[in-house]
């Protein structure tokens, strides 16, 4: 069933949780997604990021994110990730999403305010929920290694300014930077809960977690304890289905078909997203 993440959110706050949100890029992502949160009647989040357009366009993905979304046994919240402009993000509504993300976090932090505010408001007459981003977490959503390979502890979140941003704004859920990046990660990630603790006391909001992968089951608890109710995750999941279609490749000594290919792709990647699930949700 298709949900809001407002709901979504609320589920994740009554069960001291956090919700898995998986970014798509193919079909088998979809289908491995879905059927990893039905087999563990978990919500989940089905995100497409807009840098992912030169991969498949939105036009086609997104469609068909949103039907397999209404038949899933489970609650389902067809979100946009790391929206950069307006019109596209307008365009993911037309389409049927039910939350999308502004991220203004490159610019200053009026002009980051200004253009939350537009998307709230036009968000709001579609009654979907709206992400948005203060401080860096790099802009890598390719699983390649980020320029400096971990973050920048002068570009994490300013709890104050997470507050300003937040009453000024009204979005539903902010992305905040405490030491995670996008995509593989050159040494252990450090990452700072204090501050987790102090957006959620001072501004009040789940607070979003991205570049989930290569975080360790421990410190995903950890944040998920202090407030992290959203969990952006990407590169392992591709990663383990590509790793698998190489070695199932290697191993094969007849004809390989792509359907194969996709098979083994799917499973590798709902394999991951399942695991990852479980660390997420209070109940495994
Ligand atoms: P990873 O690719 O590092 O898991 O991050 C995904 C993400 O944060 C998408 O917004």
Request: charged letters at 25%; one cysteine or more.
């Given at each position: ?87 596209y ?7 049927g ?11 200053d ?25 203060i ?92 407030g ?18 190489r ?38």
């Amino acid at each position: 069933m298709l949900v809001t993440m407002k709901t979504i959110l609320k589920y994740a706050e009554a069960h001291h949780s956090a919700i898995g949100a998986f970014n798509v890029t193919t079909l088998e992502g979809i289908l491995g997604t879905l059927e990893a949160a039905e087999e563990l009647k978990q919500p989940v989040i089905l995100q497409f990021a807009q840098v992912h357009e030169s991969l498949i366009p939105v036009s086609v993905l997104g469609p068909i994110m949103v039907m397999l979304a209404e038949q899933a046994s489970v609650p389902v919240c067809v979100h946009l990730d790391h929206g950069e402009d307006l019109d596209y993000i307008k365009k993911a509504m037309d389409m049927g999403f039910t939350s999308v993300m502004y991220d203004g976090s490159v610019l200053d932090f009026e002009k980051n305010v200004a253009n939350t505010c537009m998307a709230v408001e036009i968000a709001s007459a579609y009654g979907v929920s709206v992400e948005a981003e203060i401080g860096s977490m790099g802009r890598e959503e390719f699983g390649s290694v980020g320029a400096e390979g971990e973050a920048v502890a002068s570009l994490y979140t300013d709890p104050d300014e997470a507050k300003e941003f937040v009453e000024r704004t009204g979005v539903d859920a902010l992305a905040c930077s405490f030491g995670t990046v996008h995509g593989l990660y050159l040494t252990e990630p450090k990452l700072d809960f204090d501050i987790i603790s102090a957006i959620r006391e001072k501004a009040q909001i789940p607070v979003v977690m991205h570049g989930g992968s290569g975080v360790s089951p421990e410190d995903f608890r950890r944040c998920i304890q202090r407030g992290v109710r959203k969990i952006n995750y990407y590169t392992y999941a591709a990663k383990a289905g590509g790793q698998a279609v190489r070695e199932q490749c290697a191993a094969e000594e007849d004809i390989v078909y792509f359907h194969d290919v996709a098979t083994w792709g799917k499973e590798a990647m709902k394999a991951d997203v399942r695991e990852a699930m479980k660390v997420f949700a209070s109940e495994f």
